[in-house]
Nanobody
Framework: QLQLVESGGGLVQPGGSLRLSCEAS????????IGWFRQEPGKEREGVSC???????NYADSVKGRFTISRDNAKNTVYLQMNSLKPEDTAVYFC?????????????????WGQGTQVTVSS
């Protein structure tokens, strides 16, 4: 059974950092593009970042220069390092996988989703 499990969320003060992890089970994560998305209550889900099979990355304008996505295929895990966090980064963060996306990755069209992890940025 294909499964993605996010971890690393929590409460952090503005300007702080968190690292989210997305661990895959039941499939080899290295064969998929992986994306991170976030959603606030009552709002549409927003694409945050993605990493292609070959390691190319893509970021939403709102997080460029602050967030970094990376993958460790040996651990079947993708990470999202979030620095200089702002209150507007508060949301539930989800990771997702999609077939294809070898050289580049879009922030849409993902097939498999995790359950999400809450990130709250507040003083």
């Amino acid at each position: 059974q294909l499964q993605l499990v996010e971890s690393g969320g929590g409460l952090v003060q503005p300007g702080g950092s968190l690292r989210l992890s997305c661990e895959a089970s039941g499939f080899t994560l290295g064969f998929y593009a992986i994306g991170w998305f976030r959603q606030e209550p009552g709002k549409e889900r927003e694409g945050v970042s993605c990493i292609s099979i070959l390691g190319s990355t893509n970021y939403a304008d709102s997080v460029k220069g602050r967030f970094t996505i990376s993958r460790d295929n040996a651990k079947n895990t993708v990470y999202l390092q979030m620095n200089s966090l702002k209150p507007e980064d508060t949301a539930v963060y989800f990771c997702a996988a999609r077939a294809g996306g070898t050289r580049t990755c879009p922030l849409e069209g993902y097939d498999y989703w995790g359950q999400g992890t809450q990130v709250t940025v507040s003083s």
